[in-house]
């Protein structure tokens, strides 16, 4: 059995002009500490900070500009891929399937599916930001009538449990897409994967986005655009400290680098400064040295093969990738191997 019953989260009603309100599953997942996780990162030596502080409104904002940049590719060839493949991809989804989406967000890519799938039973967005659950069922709700949406606000890397649709549904499919995978380190990947696998019964369906190896040239674009966007979206962390640490960091001290590293299949992002000179953040001197790198974020690219190895141990078995037409990007289509567990 799926591990739907009631939700473990404290449930609540979302308000929407459409339908009336929509049941929310509320886990309260705790709010960045962004003030405890930058400054433990800037003491680590060397200083390494976690990929998810980027994500204020801004930097929001400033990811979805670098989604429309020609040179990154992965969305682009993402959505390529879906829209290629629609057809067969609905039909593995199966009638009266639930689809689980962990990292929402807007929920751009989510139309596309439920245009195809037939008679989905519901929809559970789960995202830590009840705002965008809020527009993504505001938006969604009353078009795909009967369609049940049933928004978590969860931390999806914690434990959580799905929430119960009102009719019996199908296959459970869970939509992983973007290539986020591919900020995981692959041991935390492997974790987040047997995670997923224990919301899902034996036959449930992942269908995951992952970004594959090509040229360093090509990555380098995609990583140091020519605008300038993904510079100002690493940039970004520093000017988010100020605002919301009083913070001083001089911005023009610090430069944008992004390195694709072979050995390890990916790329490193890094705020590189340029001198030696001391920041106050939050009442603490910290010292940054010349040419001293803080790491902001991996991101992985794989071989089709060495993703399916790690999946496979994780408890998934794949069962069928598509790529776009340069092989830049897969998706991916695992079925759950393993009875789950309630985490
Ligand atoms: C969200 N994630 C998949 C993006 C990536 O490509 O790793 C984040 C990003 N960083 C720089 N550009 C885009």
């Given at each position: 059995m799926a591990v739907y019953g009631n939700p473990a989260g404290r449930g609540c009603f979302l308000k929407t002009e459409v339908c009336g309100e929509i049941r929310l599953s509320d886990f309260e997942p705790t709010p960045d500490n962004f003030k405890a996780e930058f400054i433990a990162g800037l003491k680590r030596r060397p200083k390494i900070l976690p990929c998810k502080l980027?994500?204020?409104?801004?930097?929001?904002?400033?990811?979805?500009?670098?989604?429309?940049?020609?040179?990154?590719?992965?969305?682009?060839?993402?959505?390529?891929?879906?829209?290629?493949?629609?057809?067969?991809?609905?039909?593995?989804?199966?009638?009266?399937?639930?689809?689980?989406?962990?990292?929402?967000?807007?929920s751009s890519k989510t139309r596309l599916l439920l245009d195809h799938l037939e008679r989905p039973v519901a929809y559970v967005p789960i995202d830590i930001s009840q705002a965008h659950l809020f527009s993504?069922?505001?938006?969604?709700?009353?078009?795909y009538f009967p369609l049940e949406i049933l928004p978590v606000c969860a931390d999806y890397t914690q434990p959580l449990t799905l929430p119960t649709p009102a009719r019996k549904p199908g296959r459970t499919v869970v939509f992983f897409l973007g290539s986020t995978i591919g900020n995981f380190e692959p041991w935390q990947a492997a974790i987040f994967l047997r995670r997923i696998a224990n919301w899902c019964k034996p036959g449930d369906g992942l269908f995951i986005g992952v970004d594959l190896q090509k040229s360093r040239e090509l990555l380098h674009m995609a990583y140091n655009d020519a605008k300038g966007i993904t510079a100002a979206f690493n940039l970004n962390l520093l000017q988010r400290a100020n605002a919301e640490l009083g913070a001083d960091f001089v911005l023009e001290r610090f430069r944008h680098e992004a390195i694709y590293d072979e050995a390890h299949s990916r790329i490193e992002m890094r705020l590189v400064s340029r001198c030696q000179h001391q920041v106050v953040v939050a009442?603490?001197?910290?010292?940054?040295?010349?040419?001293?790198?803080i790491t902001t974020e991996y991101s992985y690219k794989y071989r089709i093969e060495t993703f399916h190895e790690l999946a496979a141990a994780a408890g998934w078995q794949p069962e069928r990738t598509w790529t776009d037409k340069e092989r830049w990007f897969s998706v991916n289509y695992f079925t759950s191997k393993q009875k789950g567990d309630s985490t």
């Amino acid at each position: 059995m799926a591990v739907y019953g009631n939700p473990a989260g404290r449930g609540c009603f979302l308000k929407t002009e459409v339908c009336g309100e929509i049941r929310l599953s509320d886990f309260e997942p705790t709010p960045d500490n962004f003030k405890a996780e930058f400054i433990a990162g800037l003491k680590r030596r060397p200083k390494i900070l976690p990929c998810k502080l980027f994500y204020d409104e801004h930097g929001s904002r400033l990811f979805d500009q670098i989604c429309q940049l020609d040179e990154y590719y992965l969305t682009r060839a993402e959505t390529e891929t879906l829209r290629n493949n629609i057809t067969e991809i609905a039909a593995l989804c199966g009638p009266g399937c639930v689809l689980v989406e962990p990292g929402s967000g807007s929920s751009s890519k989510t139309r596309l599916l439920l245009d195809h799938l037939e008679r989905p039973v519901a929809y559970v967005p789960i995202d830590i930001s009840q705002a965008h659950l809020f527009s993504a069922a505001q938006t969604l709700n009353g078009d795909y009538f009967p369609l049940e949406i049933l928004p978590v606000c969860a931390d999806y890397t914690q434990p959580l449990t799905l929430p119960t649709p009102a009719r019996k549904p199908g296959r459970t499919v869970v939509f992983f897409l973007g290539s986020t995978i591919g900020n995981f380190e692959p041991w935390q990947a492997a974790i987040f994967l047997r995670r997923i696998a224990n919301w899902c019964k034996p036959g449930d369906g992942l269908f995951i986005g992952v970004d594959l190896q090509k040229s360093r040239e090509l990555l380098h674009m995609a990583y140091n655009d020519a605008k300038g966007i993904t510079a100002a979206f690493n940039l970004n962390l520093l000017q988010r400290a100020n605002a919301e640490l009083g913070a001083d960091f001089v911005l023009e001290r610090f430069r944008h680098e992004a390195i694709y590293d072979e050995a390890h299949s990916r790329i490193e992002m890094r705020l590189v400064s340029r001198c030696q000179h001391q920041v106050v953040v939050a009442g603490e001197q910290l010292e940054f040295g010349e040419g001293e790198r803080i790491t902001t974020e991996y991101s992985y690219k794989y071989r089709i093969e060495t993703f399916h190895e790690l999946a496979a141990a994780a408890g998934w078995q794949p069962e069928r990738t598509w790529t776009d037409k340069e092989r830049w990007f897969s998706v991916n289509y695992f079925t759950s191997k393993q009875k789950g567990d309630s985490t």
